[in-house]
């Protein structure tokens, strides 16, 4: 028997970051959607992740792709609206998109990286939840039964040398999601956040954690998909009470850091 409250059968979902890594294996889990909104930087990006999901005739018919800088507000503006001018509504919005600059601590750290850093993992994450949430509680609905996940890290929980601003950007989205969950719990909405250890995505291979694949419990690095499914958790009925919440996924990384 199919598992219903472990998906999004029925749901309009949002994800950025869409067209790479965690946001692309999380859009792998869209299939029963009644609509999923991609959002991502580059629309070639976006044009070549839809083509490499190898979506049913159907299943694509439910795909909308939207390309943009999320940390420009009006990105957020439009994703949102087309949204709910293609789809009705929006019942799920994952905050995927995020950046990793090269490593270097904090006394060699330029404040142009600082400033891009927190301008897309944080100010993009603050503008996707603001609008999602806007219209969520617009809808006939008025939310109920909406979620919320934001895309964190490891290092939102503990630091790491050479990554203040990375870890500055994700503590301060744990705080992001502590403070709307109790905004838009009472209205059926639920906020939550998923902190990955290292996946195995571009990202990764970007970053300079001597070891990162040998060390916690498991001694790989994670899959995109192995992110997803957490994210699916949240998003989906399955994490019914679930708010408020920060789901460590790091095959237990954390404690070798
Ligand atoms: P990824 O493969 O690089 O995917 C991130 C996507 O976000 C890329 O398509 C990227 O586009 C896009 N993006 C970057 N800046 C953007 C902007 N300003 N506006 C719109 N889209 C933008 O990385 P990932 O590993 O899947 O990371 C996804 C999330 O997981 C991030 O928030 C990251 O911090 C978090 N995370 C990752 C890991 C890991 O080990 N991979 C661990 C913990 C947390 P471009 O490729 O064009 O830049």
């Known amino acids: 028997m199919?598992?219903?409250?472990?998906?999004?059968?029925?749901?309009v979902a949002?994800?950025?970051?869409?067209?790479?890594?965690?946001?692309?294996?999380?859009?792998?889990?869209t299939a029963g959607a009644a609509g999923v909104t991609l959002v991502d930087l580059k629309e070639d990006a976006l044009s070549s992740a839809v083509s490499s999901l190898a979506l049913s005739e159907a299943h694509a018919a439910r795909v909308l792709t939207v390309g943009g800088d999320v940390s420009e507000e009006s990105t957020a503006e439009t994703y949102v609206r087309q949204?709910?001018?293609?789809?009705?509504?929006?019942?799920?919005?994952v905050q995927c998109a995020g950046i990793s600059l090269p490593s270097a601590n904090v006394v060699d750290l330029d404040i142009?990286?600082?400033?891009?850093?927190?301008?897309?993992?944080?100010?993009?994450?603050?503008?996707?939840?603001?609008?999602?949430?806007?219209?969520?509680?617009?809808?006939?609905?008025?939310?109920?039964?909406?979620?919320v996940v934001l895309m964190c890290s490891q290092l939102g929980l503990e630091g790491y040398p050479g990554s203040s601003a990375y870890a500055a950007s994700k503590f301060a989205l744990r705080g992001l999601m502590a403070s709307v969950a109790t905004e838009v719990g009472p209205s059926g909405i639920r906020v939550n956040a998923v902190c990955p250890g290292p996946i195995d995505t571009p990202m990764l291979a970007g970053f300079s954690a001597p070891g990162h694949t040998t060390?916690?419990?498991?001694?790989?690095?994670?899959?995109p998909e192995e992110i997803a499914n957490a994210v699916l958790f949240f998003a989906s009925e399955a994490g019914s009470y679930c708010s408020g919440t920060t789901l460590k996924v790091d095959g237990g990384w954390s404690k070798w850091c």
């Open 2 to 11: 199919a598992d219903t409250a472990h998906s999004l059968e029925g749901k």
């Open 83 to 93: 949204t709910v001018e293609r789809f009705g509504r929006v019942d799920v919005s």
């Open 215 to 223: 060390k916690g419990n498991i001694k790989r690095a994670g899959q």
């Open 112 to 147: 142009d990286d600082w400033d891009r850093t927190i301008r897309v993992n944080l100010r993009g994450v603050f503008l996707g939840v603001k609008h999602s949430l806007r219209a969520m509680l617009a809808s006939p609905s008025g939310g109920k039964g909406c979620s």
């Open 14 to 29: 949002i994800v950025t970051g869409g067209a790479s890594g965690i946001g692309f294996a999380t859009a792998l889990l």
